[in-house]
């Protein structure tokens, strides 16, 4: 699955707004095991373990929309949808909270 949210902020704007949000999410949801790997300042790689299943996923910062894509299990799939609207609510309100 792969999703792009538009944002209005700069580029190095959005990279720090990423990196908090990122941040706030592997404390916030811990029980997860999450990690992340920055290859480079664009491009968030994200593990995290859900009852026994790793998943796998990312986020590209771009100039003017983040790029978010997971790898998702085919149990999982008929989610994608809900999953989607959960992004979406969630980019905006660090968006909101960035201005």
């Not at 902020?9 to 916030?28: F, K």
């Not at 998943?55 to 894509?69: E, K, P, Y």
């Not at 998702?72 to 309100?93: K, M, N, S, W, Y």
């Amino acid at each position: 699955m792969e999703h792009a949210a538009p944002h209005d902020l700069s580029l190095t704007e959005a990279q720090a707004l990423a990196h908090r949000a990122i941040d706030s999410y592997a404390q916030q949801f811990s029980k997860y095991a999450p990690t992340c790997a920055w290859p480079t300042e664009n491009q968030a790689e994200i593990t995290f373990t859900v009852k026994t299943m790793e998943l796998r996923g990312g986020l590209t910062v771009m100039s003017d929309r983040f790029v978010i894509w997971l790898d998702v299990p085919l149990l999982l799939r008929p989610f994608q949808r809900r999953a989607v609207h959960v992004i979406d609510d969630e980019v905006r309100g660090w968006l909101a909270k960035s201005k």
